[in-house]
C-alpha cells in the first residue's frame, strides 16, 4: 500500500498560512550541535521527516536527540563516535553535513554518502577538496567518505562553485581549526547566514556571512547555544506561486520577504499584486490569468533551483510561452514529463525548457520524483479540470509540514488516500 493525494481541480487559495524553520537550515544547525559538549536547543524546527532521521544520524554518533514540537534538543557527549554510516544517511542528503563537524571536532570521520532527491549528480569534491586545504585526508571508501589529519590548520579556499553543502562543512570544520580560514566564492543563501549566526552564538569567529568570502578565525572549542531557525523560503515560495497560479489571495507569514526579493518580483511581472503584510511576510493577489515570464536558476541570490518546479508549474497555466533555464540541477527536468500528463505544453532541450501556457491543465495520476517536483503537481492539480492523484507523496512530507492542512485551510480539496498504485513505473 502507498499513500497518494486526491487533488481536487478548479480551487483559488484564499487565506494567511503560517511558515515555520527552513529544512535546509535546521538540518545543518543540527549538524553544528556535534560541535559542542553539551545540550543545543533549536526552536522553529518544521515537524517534517527529515528532522527526525537527521535525530537519528545524531543518534548513531552517540548524541540525544529529544524533539517536542517545535523545539529539539541535542545533547553531544564528550567522546563522540567518528563513524556516521547508520541506514539513516542515506535517506537524506543534509546527512553529510555531520562530516564538518566531526572533522573539525575529533580529527577524523567515516561518513556514509548521503542519499536525499534524485534531482541529478551531486557529487562531494569540493567538500573533500576543502577539507584538504585543511589538513586532512579525504577519500571515498566502501560508500563513505573517509577523512583524517593531524591537526587542522587555517587556508585560503576557493570553491569552483558557490556550493550550498561544501560551503557548511568547510565551515563547520574550520571553526575549530587553527588560524584563519578564507573560504572565496563561497554560497550565500540566508540559511548559510542562519548557520553563520548559531555558530557565532556558539563562540566561533566568522566574517562576511552572505557575502562570497567568508573568513573564520578558528578557536579552541564552542558551546552549546539556543537558537530559533529562520522560516523557510521555498515553502514561502510555493505559496506564493500558489496564490498566482490559482488567481487567489494568500497572505505568507514566518518567512522574511527579502530572502525572496527575486521571486517576488517574478510574480510582479506574472502580474501579481505583491505587498508587505505588516512586518510579517508578505501577500500575493493575482487577478486574472498569470502572463508568462522566464526564469533562470542560479545560486542566491539567484532564483532557487528548488524553486524550479514551481515556475513550470506557474508557466503550464500563463498567458504566453516562457522559457526557463536550469543551470544547478540537470535532472530537475524530468518533471515535466509529469507536467506534460498533466496536459503542460512543455519541452526541454538541455537545461532549457520551453513552456506554452495552456488555459487548463487536465487530471491524471501523476508521480513525485523528489520534494518540489511533488509540490509541484499538487498546485498544479489545483489548476487542472478533474481530480489529480500524486503519488510517493512520503518525498513531500520530507519538505512540507501539514501541506494538505493548509492547502484545505486555504480552501482546495485535497485528501491523503492510502490505496495500491495502479500503474506500474517503467526503470
Ligand atoms: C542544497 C539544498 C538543495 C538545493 C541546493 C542548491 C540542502 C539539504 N539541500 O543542496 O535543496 O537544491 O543546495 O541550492 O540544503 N557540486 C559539485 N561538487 C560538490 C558539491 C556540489 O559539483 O562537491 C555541484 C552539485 O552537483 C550541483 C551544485 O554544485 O550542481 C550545487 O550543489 P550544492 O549547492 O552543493 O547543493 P546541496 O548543498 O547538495
Known amino acids: 500500500m502507498s499513500e497518494h493525494f486526491d487533488v481536487y481541480g478548479g480551487a483559488r487559495l484564499v487565506g494567511e498560512v ?31 521527516l527529515d528532522v527526525p532521521l537527521m535525530a537519528d544520524v545524531l543518534r548513531s554518533v552517540g548524541c540525544e536527540v529529544e524533539m517536542n514540537g517545535d523545539v529539539t534538543r541535542i545533547t553531544t557527549p564528550a567522546e563522540l563516535s567518528h563513524r556516521a554510516d547508520s541506514p539513516a544517511m542515506g535517506k537524506l542528503r543534509a546527512s553529510v553535513c555531520v562530516l564538518g563537524p566531526l572533522v573539525g571536532r575529533l580529527k577524523r570521520a567515516v561518513v556514509a554518502l548521503p542519499g536525499g532527491d534524485a534531482i ?15 589538513g586532512a585526508t579525504s577519500a571515498i571508501e566502501h560508500g563513505c567518505v573517509v577523512a583524517e589529519a593531524d591537526g587542522l590548520h587555517g587556508a585560503q579556499i576557493w570553491l569552483d562553485f558557490p556550493s550550498v553543502g561544501a560551503t557548511e562543512n568547510i565551515l563547520m570544520a574550520a571553526v575549530l581549526a587553527e588560524g584563519t580560514t578564507v573560504i572565496d566564492n ?77 521571486v517576488l518580483d517574478k510574480l510582479r511581472l506574472a502580474g501579481a499584486d505583491v505587498t508587505a503584510y505588516d512586518g510579517k511576510g508578505f501577500r500575493v493577489v493575482q487577478d486574472g490569468r498569470p502572463k508568462a515570464v522566464d526564469f533562470v536558476t542560479l545560486p542566491y541570490p539567484g532564483f532557487a533551483t528548488d524553486l524550479q518546479p514551481f515556475a513550470v508549474a506557474l508557466s503550464a497555466v500563463s498567458d504566453g510561452t ?24 512543455a519541452r526541454t532541450d538541455g537545461h532549457h525548457a520551453v513552456v506554452r ?10 508521480w513525485a520524483s523528489d520534494i518540489r517536483a511533488g509540490a509541484g503537481l499538487v498546485l498544479a492539480g489545483l489548476c487542472a479540470e478533474g481530480v489529480t492523484e500524486v503519488w510517493d507523496v512520503f518525498h513531500i512530507d520530507r519538505g512540507y509540514p501539514a501541506f494538505v492542512e493548509n492547502l484545505n485551510r486555504l480552501g482546495a480539496r485535497v485528501e491523503r488516500v492510502t490505496a495500491e498504485p495502479d500503474r506500474v513505473v517503467a526503470e
Open 18 to 48: 503560517e511558515v515555520v524553520g527552513a529544512k535546509n537550515s535546521v538540518l545543518k544547525l543540527m549538524a553544528a550541535a556535534l560541535l559542542a559538549e553539551g545540550t543545543t536547543t533549536i526552536s522553529n524546527c518544521p515537524q517534517i
Open 357 to 366: 501556457g495552456v488555459e487548463r491543465l487536465s487530471s491524471a495520476p501523476v
Open 186 to 262: 563561497a554560497a550565500r543563501e540566508p540559511e548559510i547566514i542562519d548557520l553563520c549566526t548559531m555558530l557565532t552564538e556558539m563562540g566561533a569567529r566568522i566574517e562576511g556571512a552572505g557575502t562570497s568570502t567568508l573568513t573564520v578565525e578558528g578557536v579552541d572549542s564552542l558551546h552549546p547555544t539556543e537558537h530559533r531557525v529562520i522560516g523557510d523560503r521555498i515553502v514561502g515560495a510555493t505559496w506564493a506561486f500558489a496564490a498566482s497560479m490559482t488567481q487567489g489571495d494568500v497572505t505568507v507569514t514566518g518567512v522574511d520577504p527579502h530572502h525572496l526579493d527575486l
Open 120 to 134: 541529478g549528480s551531486r557529487p562531494l569534491d569540493m567538500h573533500q577538496n576543502g577539507l584538504r586545504k585543511l
Open 322 to 345: 516562457s522559457m526557463i533555464t536550469e543551470n544547478v540541477y540537470e535532472a530537475r527536468f524530468r518533471f515535466i514529463e509529469e507536467m506534460v500528463r498533466l496536459g503542460a505544453d
